[in-house]
Antibody, heavy 120, light 109 residues
Framework: QVQLVQSGAEVKKPGASVKVSCKASGYTFTSYGISWVRQAPGQGLEWMGWISAYNGNTNYAQKLQGRVTMTTDTSTSTAYMELRSLRSDDTAVYYC?????????????WGQGTLVTVSS | SYVLTQPPSVSVAPGQTARITCGGNNIGSKSVHWYQQKPGQAPVLVVYDDSDRPSGIPERFSGSNSGNTATLTISRVEAGDEADYYCQVWDSSSDHPYVFGTGTKVTVL
C-alpha cells in the first residue's frame, strides 16, 4: 500500500532553517511528483511547491521563492523540503502529498504531517 | 493567481444532503478535486477530476462542475462526515498551478 511517512516535529528559532523529509513506499517513486502543502494553526491549506521525482524539476509558490528548496533522493525514495530564514508565520503543519500522474493532478496520498514551530 | 471561494460553514442533519460549493472564474473548464480533513488528521482525497471517487470512498460522495461553480454533494450524511472540506484545481498554464479553496466546515446537527 502507498505510504508517505514524514519526519518528526521541529522547533526552530527565527532565522533558522528546517528540513522535512517524506519517505515513500508502496509505489514506483520516480513515476510521480510530490507536492508540499502547509497549514498554519486554524487556517486553510497552502500549496508550497512541487517536485518531479523523475527528473528533479521544481515549481515553487512565488511567495516562497528564494526561501524554499525541494529535493529528492531516488535511492531511498525520499523527498525533502527545506525552508530557510524562518519567521513566526512559518509555524504550521507541513504535508507532503503524491501527485496523481494523470487527469487533473490530484493529491491522492498524503503524509501524516510535520509540525514546525518557529519561536524565540 | 486563481481564487477559489467556498462558504465558511454548512450545517446538515443526519440522513440529509449536504452541498458544498466552490466558486471560481470559469471553473467548469478545469478539473476540480475535493479533500476531507478531520481535526488533527491529514487531508483525504474524496473526489477527483470533478466527479470520480478514489477506491474506498463511499458512493454518498459525488461531485459536479459547470460554469463558475463546482459542487461536492454528500448524500445521507452521517456523523462521521463532520469535517473541513477543501476544493482544489490544477492550472497547468499558471505559475501557481495548484490552488486550494478557502475551506468549508461541515457540521452534522
Amino acid at each position: 500500500q502507498v505510504q508517505l511517512v514524514q519526519s518528526g516535529a521541529e522547533v526552530k528559532k527565527p532565522g533558522a532553517s528546517v528540513k522535512v523529509s517524506c519517505k515513500a513506499s508502496g509505489y514506483t517513486f520516480t513515476s510521480y511528483g510530490i507536492s508540499w502543502v502547509r497549514q498554519a494553526p486554524g487556517q486553510g491549506l497552502e500549496w508550497m511547491g512541487w517536485i518531479s521525482a523523475y527528473n528533479g524539476n521544481t515549481n515553487y509558490a512565488q511567495k516562497l521563492q528564494g526561501r524554499v528548496t525541494m529535493t529528492t533522493d531516488t535511492s531511498t525514495s525520499t523527498a525533502y523540503m527545506e525552508l530557510r530564514s524562518l519567521r513566526s508565520d512559518d509555524t504550521a503543519v507541513y504535508y507532503c502529498a503524491r501527485v496523481y500522474a494523470s487527469g487533473g493532478h490530484a493529491f491522492d496520498y498524503w503524509g501524516q504531517g510535520t509540525l514546525v514551530t518557529v519561536s524565540s | 493567481s486563481y481564487v477559489l471561494t467556498q462558504p465558511p460553514s454548512v450545517s446538515v442533519a443526519p440522513g440529509q444532503t449536504a452541498r458544498i460549493t466552490c466558486g471560481g472564474n470559469n471553473i467548469g473548464s478545469k478539473s476540480v478535486h475535493w479533500y476531507q480533513q478531520k481535526p488533527g488528521q491529514a487531508p483525504v482525497l474524496v473526489v477527483y477530476d470533478d466527479s470520480d471517487r478514489p477506491s474506498g470512498i463511499p458512493e454518498r460522495f459525488s461531485g459536479s462542475n459547470s460554469g463558475n461553480t463546482a459542487t461536492l454533494t454528500i448524500s445521507r450524511v452521517e456523523a462521521g462526515d463532520e469535517a473541513d472540506y477543501y476544493c482544489q484545481v490544477w492550472d497547468s498554464s499558471s505559475d501557481h498551478p495548484y490552488v486550494f479553496g478557502t475551506g468549508t466546515k461541515v457540521t452534522v446537527l
